[in-house]
């Protein structure tokens, strides 16, 4: 079992920033972090993900060279710094692991990540 507690939302203005941090607790193993978001009346979608040892990172197009990813795993935490925010990245952020795929590459499907965090509100005013 692992146990991921999201922080760091709030409410900003268009052309601000965030950051979102992931404190993970439980079982300790080697896992890939994701950060998904949904938005009201949409599918839940991949933001962001990185690999066990951090060299490998991914992105959604939509928020590539705004958004940055990063994980401490001596401090089992991992963050998701927001530059540039739009109204259109208004939405419930989730961070999730990936125990169960090889911890060296990063997934972007929703499904392949099985313990997930309760969400952290983020809302951008226009």
């Known amino acids: 079992q692992v146990q991921l507690v999201e922080s760091g939302g709030g409410l900003v203005q268009a052309g601000g920033s965030l950051r979102l941090s992931c404190a993970a607790s439980?079982?300790?193993?080697?896992?890939?972090m994701g950060w998904f978001r949904q938005a009201p009346g949409k599918e839940r979608e991949f933001v962001a993900g990185i690999n066990w040892s951090g060299d490998n990172t991914d992105y959604a197009d939509s928020v590539k060279g705004r958004f940055t990813i990063s994980r401490d795993n001596a401090k089992n935490t991992g963050t998701l710094q927001m530059s540039s925010l739009k109204p259109e990245d208004t939405a419930v952020y989730y961070c999730a692991v990936d125990t169960t795929s090889n911890p060296n590459y990063v997934v972007a499907g929703t499904s392949t990540y099985d313990y997930w965090g309760q969400g952290t509100q983020v809302t951008v005013s226009s």
């Open positions: 439980g079982r300790s193993f080697q896992y890939t």
